[in-house]
């Protein structure tokens, strides 16, 4: 048995190893070279100059960094409350047939995320311009030739049209996913339900979305993982503009490091970024716990 667990073992290392090495060299070691420079002030040239905490410091004292942190938030919030709900109806509604031409409204809804994002940017900047759609058709409801939206000099409310134009865009991308995990429920079940004279309702809540927990908690990673590193979209649309209102983190890292060759003050705010993703993957992996408990 002993000659066996080690043929076995040497056969899992040959098999791991390549990935393992790959990972590792992709992953871990970005990660580590990043969170030691982030104690480094380094322009690209000459050596690095060691600062301790100061990176951090600096940081966390921006208020531009801290504007971003909060809209970044804001994306998360409204993947985690906007995108993965929304999408969790429509599929739910789909694979209920509670719609005529579902296979068009499936197509529909899901055909923004099959657009790239610089060009879903484009358009809505366009349309959310000053002489655009929306400008225009708020002038002829309203009569009044002289409105203008100025949502963008908000300083508070300017994120909002980006968080619409998320929200509108990757809806459709979860829709698909819980619609097909939602043709693995077995169809007895819920014929079970109905003939017991279970409400929709009691189906969705009490049958299928326990069966979905599973689900919910991968996407729930996946939103969250997304919305930290959000960046293309952001860029096109507004590039973190007017004044820094729609910046996110990616997008100041991205300022800071590449424009004025801070790569040491980069890397920290790399290092915060992969932190906030690891705490709020951890939040959702507890409240996935207490839910999987719940429907045991």
Do not use: C
């Given at each position: 048995m002993t000659e066996?667990r080690?043929q076995?073992?040497?056969?899992?290392?040959?098999?791991?190893?390549?990935?393992?090495l790959?990972?590792?060299s992709?992953?871990?070691f970005?990660v580590?070279?990043?969170?030691?420079?982030?104690f480094?002030q380094?322009?690209?040239?000459?050596?690095?100059?060691w600062?301790?905490?100061s990176?951090y410091s600096?940081?966390?004292?921006d208020?531009?960094?801290r504007?971003?942190?909060?809209n970044?938030?804001?994306?998360?919030?409204?993947?985690?409350?906007?995108?993965?709900?929304?999408?969790f109806?429509?599929?739910?509604?789909?694979y209920?047939?509670l719609?005529k031409?579902?296979r068009f409204?499936?197509?529909?809804?899901?055909?923004p995320?099959t657009?790239?994002?610089?060009v879903?940017?484009?358009l809505?900047?366009?349309?959310?311009?000053p002489?655009?759609l929306?400008?225009?058709?708020?002038?002829r409801a309203?009569?009044n030739p002289?409105?203008?939206l100025?949502?963008f000099e908000?300083?508070?409310?300017?994120?909002v049209?980006?968080?619409?134009v998320?929200l509108w865009?990757?809806?459709?991308?979860?829709?698909?996913i819980y619609?097909?995990?939602l043709?693995?429920?077995s169809?007895s079940?819920?014929?079970?339900?109905?003939?017991?004279?279970a409400?929709?309702?009691?189906?969705?809540f009490?049958?299928?979305?326990?069966?979905?927990?599973?689900i919910?908690f991968?996407?729930?990673?996946?939103a969250?993982?997304?919305?930290?590193?959000?960046f293309d979209?952001?860029?096109?649309?507004?590039?973190?503009?007017?004044?820094?209102?729609?910046?996110?983190?990616?997008?100041?890292?991205?300022?800071?490091?590449?424009?004025?060759?801070?790569?040491?003050?980069?890397?920290?705010?790399?290092?915060v970024?992969?932190?906030l993703?690891?705490?709020?993957?951890?939040?959702?992996?507890?409240?996935?716990r207490y839910f999987?408990?719940r429907?045991?």
């Open positions: 066996i080690k076995r073992t040497i056969a899992y290392a040959v098999f791991t190893a390549p990935a393992v790959v990972y590792g992709i992953i871990i970005p580590i070279y990043s969170f030691s420079l982030s480094f380094w322009t690209g040239f000459g050596a690095p100059e600062t301790g905490l990176n600096v940081m966390f004292s208020q531009v960094f504007h971003g942190l909060r970044n938030l804001l994306v998360v919030a409204v993947s985690i409350f906007g995108q993965m709900p929304l999408g109806l429509l599929a739910y509604i789909l209920r047939g719609v031409a579902g409204f499936e197509t529909m809804i899901f055909l995320i657009i790239a994002a610089v879903v940017a484009l809505w900047a366009q349309i959310f311009s002489t655009g929306f400008t225009t058709l708020i002038q309203t009569g002289r409105f203008v100025r949502i908000s300083r508070t409310f300017a994120i049209p980006v968080l619409f998320i865009m990757y809806t459709g991308m979860y829709m698909v619609l097909a995990n043709q693995k429920i169809p079940v819920i014929e079970s339900a109905i003939i017991d004279g409400s929709e309702s009691q189906i969705l009490r049958i299928v979305t326990p069966a979905m927990i599973n919910l991968t996407t729930a990673v996946f969250i993982s997304g919305s930290l590193k959000s979209l952001i860029w096109a649309m507004t590039q973190g503009g007017p004044a820094n209102y729609t910046t996110v983190i990616a997008i100041y890292m991205y300022i800071t490091t590449f424009k004025y060759y801070r790569y040491g003050f980069g890397s920290a705010v790399s290092v970024i992969i932190v993703s690891l705490g709020l993957i951890t939040l959702a992996q507890r409240i996935y999987e408990n429907y045991e």
